[in-house]
């Protein structure tokens, strides 16, 4: 089944630390992905996004990510964070449903905390 | 600034009542979404809408359906609500290319006691 997997649930780091969360995927077509973030008591807004060309793509506040299409995977990273970048990170993909239609689908998120 | 906006931030209904949930987008967006949102499970799809009247099953649309009459409007219906359909309920909406970024709304919190 087309799905996507993010296996840190909760991580926790220091003002500064580098930062990397996994996604996964599960679909052989073409695919766009996404991450998504939501800060405490906010709307879920867009990072950064890939649909085709340089595989490193940047985005807001310092993210990027990187496709990696033999790994199926879009990992976010960010160099140093800060105190502000505590929220909920969602990888997201595009997949098409079994009827040819656009279906955007969510991984289970990751809740980053940065401790000061 | 494209907005999506539901109707109410918070409901508390009882067990077996009928519940609609509305959505309603201004940028002309031809795909809307509902999801529903659980600690630890992330945002699961219940069900989506690729044009006006037409619709599509997500991967949890047990227990729900949707109305879409027209193009700005999409709404979420809880035919009998039962307490485990305790959640936040999120909406956006897209254009049509699959490129392109959702906008999500702000999320009704339900509560079905």
């Known amino acids: 089944a087309q799905s996507v997997s993010q296996h840190n649930h909760h991580v926790i780091l220091s003002e500064a630390a580098s930062l990397e969360l996994g996604c996964n995927y599960s679909?052989?077509?073409?695919?766009?992905l996404f991450w998504y973030v939501q800060y405490p008591g906010q709307h879920l807004q867009l990072l950064l996004k890939?649909?085709?060309?340089?595989?490193l793509v940047k985005g807001i506040k310092g993210f990027e990510a990187e496709f990696i299409k033999s790994k199926f995977s879009f990992n976010l990273r960010k160099p140093s964070v800060q105190w502000s970048d505590t929220a909920e990170y969602f990888c997201a993909v595009n997949l098409i449903s079994n009827f040819g239609n656009e279906k955007l689908t969510f991984g289970t998120g990751t809740r980053l905390t940065i401790i000061p | 600034d494209v907005k999506v906006t539901q109707s109410s931030r918070y409901l508390v209904k009882r067990t077996g009542e009928k519940v609609f949930l509305e959505c309603v987008q201004d940028?002309?967006?031809?795909?809307m979404f509902w999801y529903r949102q659980d600690p630890g499970l992330g945002l699961r799809l219940i069900y989506f809408s690729y044009d006006v009247k037409m619709k599509e099953k997500g991967d949890i649309p047990e227990g729900y359906s949707v109305s879409r009459e027209k193009k700005e409007r999409f709404s979420l219906i809880l035919e009998s609500a039962s307490t485990n359909q305790t959640s936040m309920y999120l909406c956006?909406?897209?254009?049509?290319?699959?490129?392109?970024?959702?906008?999500f709304g702000q999320g009704t919190r339900l509560t079905v006691v």
């Open positions: 890939y649909f085709s060309g340089d595989p």
């Open positions: 679909y052989g077509g073409t695919v766009n």
């Open positions: 956006a909406s897209s254009e049509a290319a699959n490129t392109n970024e959702a906008f």
């Open positions: 940028m002309d967006h031809e795909n």
